[in-house]
Each structure stands twice: as C-alpha cells, then as structure tokens.
C-alpha cells in the first residue's frame, strides 16, 4: 500500500512539475521584460532636454500694466516679449492719492531699486511718487512745499523719492503671487514670473500703469 502511495505521488508530481514549469517561465520572461522596458525609458528620459525658461536677453525692456486686465507686458523695445498675470492693490480701481488707500497708482515711472532678497521673493521698487502726484497733493494741502520740492528733485536726479509722506511710497512689482488683488498698492507676480522679469529690468526701465 505504501509502494503504491509513492507512486501515484511521484506521478502526481511529475505532472505537477510539467505544468508548472513553463508558468514559471513565462513569470520569469514577463518581470525580464518589464525590466527591460524600464531601462529603455530611462536611457531615453536621460537623453530628452529639459524645458529650463530661456534667460531674456533685452536691449531695450519696458513695462506696460493693464490694471483692469491684470496683465503686465514685458517689451522689448516696440516687440511684445511676455504677458504675466498680475495681482493689485486691495482697492485697484482708480489713481492712487494716498498712504493706505490700497491703491496701484497710475502713470509713467521707472525702476529706482531692486532688492534681491524681499520678503516677497524679489523685488522692484518704481519712482513714486512722481511729479504729477506731487503737484497734485501739494495742491490740495496733503503734503508741504518742501515735499513737493524733495519729490521733483529726487525725479531730477533719477533716484527714489521719499516714500514716507502722505502720499506713500515703497511701490514696486514684486513675488508672492497674483492669486488677487491683495497688496497695499504694488503689483504682484507670481515667483517664478517675477525671478524672470528681475533678470531683465535695469535701474531706469520704464514702467507705464494704465487704468
């Protein structure tokens, strides 16, 4: 009886074995292949560029700012080079008058610093304010004629008027994000806009704010 129990197991274990054999195989051949597969999209991934933001190179950048839009074009020259989305004051409609109103102002300015390490990620600050807010604030009394008369002549001179009288100050274009209109009156880029546009803007660039 056990001679008989041992062979009809060694049986069943050689038919067992033929079976299995070639599933062991095929298990072997397929996880062979998937490794191959995987190497080859590898090799291939090594040897694709990649898509890094080209460095500008401008003769001539400006910056033009569409308020209602929220866009802000980078030119070169006459030659349109980017368009960004932008973020505002808290309260952007209209021209800015004074400290605190929460609005972007309005006008023709330039570049009259850049501060690489802002709370904001970069930052560049514009000449405001400029001669018409002066004029205009020295008429209605919410500034002194020697204000007025330090504004004009940090103009003359190409550098940063005063930013502490009630006309405010500290304007520029910075990083943080242009989710909304949320800044106290500057116009905000998202950071890797803003990285880019740093690159490119000199002191003395042109920027124009349009309504």
């Known amino acids: 009886m056990r001679a008989s129990s041992s062979k009809i197991t060694a049986s069943v274990m050689s038919k067992l074995k033929r079976i299995f054999e070639p599933f062991h195989y095929y298990v072997f051949a397929a996880v062979l292949g998937i490794f191959s597969l995987a190497a080859v999209v590898v090799s291939h991934a090594a040897n694709v560029p990649v898509d890094l933001p080209v460095r500008l190179e401008l003769s001539e950048p400006r910056v033009v700012i569409l308020k209602s839009a929220r866009k802000l074009h980078l030119f070169d ?32 300015f330039r570049i009259c610093t850049k501060n690489p390490d802002s709370a904001y990620s970069r930052f ?51 990083g943080d994000g242009s989710r909304s209109d949320w800044t106290a009156g500057c116009v905000a880029l998202d950071d890797r806009d803003v990285e880019e546009l740093f690159n490119v803007l000199r002191l003395g660039d042109p920027v124009e704010i349009l309504p």
């Open 124 to 174: 560049m600050g514009i000449d405001y304010p400029d001669p018409p807010a002066a004029v205009r604030a020295l008429r209605s009394g919410l500034i002194s004629p020697g204000e007025h008369s330090g504004i004009l002549s940090a103009h003359r001179e190409k550098r940063c008027p005063i930013w502490t009288s009630a006309l405010g100050g500290g304007i520029g274009i910075h």
């Open 77 to 108: 020259g006459s030659d349109l080079v980017r368009t960004y989305d932008i973020g505002l004051g808290f309260k952007p409609v209209g021209q800015k008058v004074c400290e605190g109103d929460g609005r972007t102002p309005l006008g023709h």
